[in-house]
Structures are given as structure tokens and as C-alpha cells.
């Protein structure tokens, strides 16, 4: 039987068994966040969409666009580099904005706040700036971004050498001891960084901020890579205080999309070296003698004009998350995790084989609201991710798949050597996707699933009935049939 978009009568009825049976009670929480989501989210329901994309940006409230509007509306606002009353009120409106964002993460006493174009913006100031010699030395998860891991390449360049901490294949985490050991296996090393994602942008899990006095005590200065994790946690910096931490706002608030922040530690600015200057980041430069000084602030890495004219919304969106909660976000997200993880282990086959493999943590100890998976058919074959992906969209489900930005996570999940991967880029000068897949003999990828506190346990009930279309599924001789 050809297997058709839509459920058949057989898979909506157990749908509406396995609903009945859910464990999740509802709590006070629903009716607080039903009340949000009809007020400044209701173009989710006008669009039917079901958003489940979070890890991938956040989504803005109506309300937020409506203040930023009328400030826009309201005044002049010029150039920041100036002391003209237009200038002025723009440079007050930024400022204003870097102070709240420093007070909200607890930063004030420790940190300088640089605005910067996304994270990756952020981490590529640290890459490009820290003294990475012959003694530099870079030490990361596998489990990256890619924005993270291409700082591997400033180390390089600069006559360093880098080494990745490997992650565990039963649950995507990080064996501390080995990290121990690591961490105190280069003294001789002289400008170490270290650098950790707080939560993983695939796996969910979120890592230990302990590590950082950890990493500190053998030496180490650390790169917090805080994206993915700040939009349903706290980070409290005047308690955990690494030395550089990366944000990208739109993953915590949704809009405005384009600005992010890199926190340099007060202790750590001098040993970051910017290696060249541009308009706003010098205090004086001369050209009939070339030499110049760097600006003492901020402004020495915000390259040329600031975007002052949506800096300003980072404050309202910070308000809009600080009248929730973070706290209630976090509990609002783990709750709507819970319900996500308990509905896909439900899914069974007839045969009672698994239809959906999570990968990574399977409750809820120290994971955010990032999920993923693949999904086999009744004879434990995968189903391939980019039909599925395409197949979701048919019915305006937004998820992810592939290896989301975080190669090292997939080639764990997968079981993937350096041996196998090196043939593959032996004598090629470009590639595609597709391509590497069939090289590799074996399907690469995997769907991800990311909620946020506006997300609901209708969104999750929706995936899981658009799962259901590949309960009975067989792939077998490469043929699709579903046994009636
Ligand atoms: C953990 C993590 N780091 C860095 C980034 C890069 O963020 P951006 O694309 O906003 O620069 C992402 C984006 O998904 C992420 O999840």
C-alpha cells in the first residue's frame, strides 16, 4: 500500500489511545502560557503552523515588535559616533541596552559587553584575537558548532595545535575523566583555550559549568558557547565566570535577528590582540605615521556603526523574558521536553519494534528542550531524514534534520572513523551533501525537534500523529509499503 500523507483511520485511533494514556499531567503553567501564545502568538494558529524549531531561533512576541515600532516612531536617532542630539539619543538607547543586558546576566562587576553581529560574529572575535603561538593550544568537545570548531583553524594558523574531547556513544555526554585528564596533559602549553558548548545545539545536553573553574585551575582560559542554552536557563556570570562567552539574542527572544554579544572577562581583555582596527574601534590612528591605539571599551571589537537602531529592541525583548520568568521558562520547557521524550518512546510498530531512536539523554537530568532522532521502519531500517523533513513541511511542521551545524555529534551518532571520513576528502575540491552520503555508505543525519516556552503539548501531539504515518512502514529491496 502506498504510504500516503495523511494518517488512516488504524493510526488516528491509536493516537487517540496513546493521548488518553499520557502520564504528563497539565499544570499551572498551561493556562499562563495559553493566555501568551492567543495574545502576541497567534499567527501560529492563523498559519497552522506547528513550530518546533526553537533551537534554531526563538519566536518574537507580537507585542515585542509593537514598543519597537513606537520607539522608532516616537524620535530622532542618529549616527552613535558623534555628540549631536541625534547621535546622543542613539548612543543613550544602546547604552541603556548593553547595561540591562550586563545586569541581566549578572555581569556588570566582571564583564565587558561587545555587541556583535550573532554568535558566531562573537566567536570569531575570540578566534581571530587570541594569541594562538607555538605554544597555543585549543581544546574542544566534539560536540561543537561548527562556529566553535572553526576556530580550530586561527589556532592553526597561528602555529598552534588543537585536540577534540571525544563524546560517549551511549549518551552523547562527556567522559569526565578523560576531560580530567586532558585538561592537566599540556603544562607546557602557554595560551590554552578550552571551549564548551552550555548546551548542546543537537543533543539538548546541557554541560557542566563547573568545568570552567576546573579548566581555569590547569590553566586554561575558557570559551563559554552559551546559544543554545541561555534561551531556557539562567547563566548567572557573577557565579560561573569563564572567560568569553558567546549569544546570539533572536535564539532567546526572536527579534530583532542580527545581534548577538561576545562577554570578555575585564581579566582577560588585554590578552585578546585585534589584528587590525576599523572605524569606532581606535582612540587615535595617524596615516603619515602609521601606528594607532585601540580603543580601551567595548568599542575596540565593534567594528564600524553599531546596529543602533535595533540594539534598543534587545531591551525589550529582555523585558518581555524577564516578565515571564527565566525560571518559569525553564520549567515551562522542560515540562513540554518531558511530554515530547514520553510520547516518541511510546511509538511502537505492530511488531513492537522501536519507530523512533532518541539519540542522546532520554530524561530529563541536566538536558534542554533539544531532541533528536531518527525513525526506522519495522525492520529497524532508517527512514530517510530528508523525506521525512520534506514530508513534515507538507503539513507546516517546522523541525530540523541533517547534522545541525555539529558534524561531531553525527559522526558519533554514526560510528564514523577518521579513517573513513579522510578518503573522502582525498582529491575532492568540493562536495555536496547528498554525495557525502552515498561515500559514506551509510545515512548521515538525524531529525531534531526543539521546543520553547510558547510551545505547547498540541504541537507535540501533532508531530507524534504525523509520526504515526510510519508506524508498519517497510523499506524493504528500497520499495516504501506500510502493512495495512
Ligand atoms: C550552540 C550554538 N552555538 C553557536 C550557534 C551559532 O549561532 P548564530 O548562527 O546565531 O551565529 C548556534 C546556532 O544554532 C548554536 O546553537
Excluded at 303 to 332: C, F, Q, V, W
Excluded at 349 to 366: A, E, R, T, Y
Amino acid at each position: 500500500m502506498p504510504n500516503s500523507c495523511e494518517p488512516n483511520q488504524l493510526q488516528m485511533k491509536l493516537f487517540k489511545k496513546l493521548r488518553k494514556e499520557a502520564a504528563v499531567p497539565t499544570s499551572s503553567n498551561d493556562q499562563f502560557f495559553a493566555d501568551l501564545r492567543e495574545k502576541d502568538f497567534s499567527r501560529l494558529e492563523k498559519g497552522g503552523h506547528t513550530y518546533l524549531d526553537f533551537t534554531g531561533g526563538n519566536l518574537y512576541a507580537e507585542s515585542q515588535i509593537e514598543q519597537h515600532m513606537n520607539f522608532l516612531k516616537k524620535e530622532v536617532y542618529g549616527n552613535p559616533h558623534s555628540v549631536n542630539p541625534t547621535s546622543m539619543q542613539s548612543t543613550r538607547a544602546v547604552e541603556e541596552t548593553r547595561k540591562a543586558i550586563l545586569e541581566y546576566f549578572r555581569a556588570t562587576e566582571d564583564y565587558i559587553c561587545v555587541f556583535t553581529a550573532n554568535a558566531s560574529n562573537a566567536l570569531k572575535i575570540v578566534g581571530e584575537c587570541y594569541p594562538f603561538d607555538q605554544k597555543g593550544h585549543f581544546m574542544l568537545l566534539s560536540d561543537n558548532h561548527n562556529s566553535v570548531n572553526g576556530i580550530r583553524e586561527f589556532c592553526l594558523h597561528g602555529g598552534g595545535s588543537f585536540e577534540y574531547i571525544p563524546i560517549r556513544t551511549d549518551n552523547l555526554g562527556i567522559d569526565e575523566s578523560t576531560m580530567n585528564a586532558m585538561l592537566k596533559a599540556q603544562p607546557e602549553k602557554k595560551n590554552k583555550l578550552f571551549a564548551f558548548p552550555a548546551q548542546s545545539n543537537v543533543s539538548g545536553i546541557k554541560h557542566s559549568l563547573d568545568w570552567i573553574k576546573k579548566a581555569n585551575a590547569e590553566g586554561w582560559d575558557v570559551l563559554l558557547d552559551a546559544a543554545a542554552f541561555v534561551p531556557s536557563s539562567r547563566l548567572d556570570l557573577s557565579v560561573y565566570k569563564p572567560d568569553f562567552v558567546s549569544v546570539s539574542f533572536y535564539k532567546i527572544f526572536g527579534y530583532p535577528t542580527g545581534l548577538g554579544c561576545l562577554f570578555i572577562h575585564k581579566n582577560k581583555f588585554h590578552k585578546l590582540r585585534k589584528p587590525w582596527f576599523a572605524g569606532g574601534t581606535v582612540s587615535l590612528v595617524t596615516v603619515k605615521y602609521p601606528d594607532y591605539f585601540l580603543a580601551e571599551g567595548h568599542e575596540r571589537f565593534e567594528d564600524g556603526t553599531l546596529n543602533y537602531l535595533d540594539i534598543p529592541a534587545l531591551k525589550i525583548g529582555l523585558d518581555y523574558i524577564k516578565n515571564i520568568g527565566i525560571e518559569r521558562i525553564s520549567d515551562r520547557v522542560s515540562e513540554i521536553t518531558a511530554y515530547l521524550i514520553q510520547e516518541l518512546k511510546k511509538l511502537k510498530h505492530s511488531n513492537g519494534h522501536d519507530l523512533v531512536q532518541i539519540f542522546g539523554p532520554k530524561d530529563l537530568k541536566k538536558r534542554g528542550g533539544t531532541v533528536i532522532f531518527n525513525v526506522f521502519d519495522q525492520d529497524g531500517k532508517v527512514y530517510p531524514f530528508y523525506k521525512l523533513e520534506e514530508e513534515a513541511a507538507e503539513k507546516m511542521l517546522s523541525l530540523r534534520t541533517g547534522c545541525f551545524c555539529n558534524p561531531g555529534i553525527d559522526e558519533t551518532n554514526h560510528c564514523l572513523t577518521a579513517e573513513e571520513l579522510s578518503r573522502y576528502f582525498i582529491d575532492k575540491t568540493e562536495i555536496n551533501y547528498m554525495n557525502v552520503l552515498q561515500f559514506m555508505e551509510t545515512l548521515r543525519g538525524a531529525v531534531r525537534v526543539s521546543v520553547g516556552y510558547i510551545s505547547n503539548r498540541e504541537d507535540i501531539d501533532k508531530l507524534i500523529q504525523f509520526l504515526l504515518k510510519y508506524k508498519d512502514i517497510s523499506l524493504k529491496n528500497g520499495q516504501e509499503s506500510q502493512v495495512a
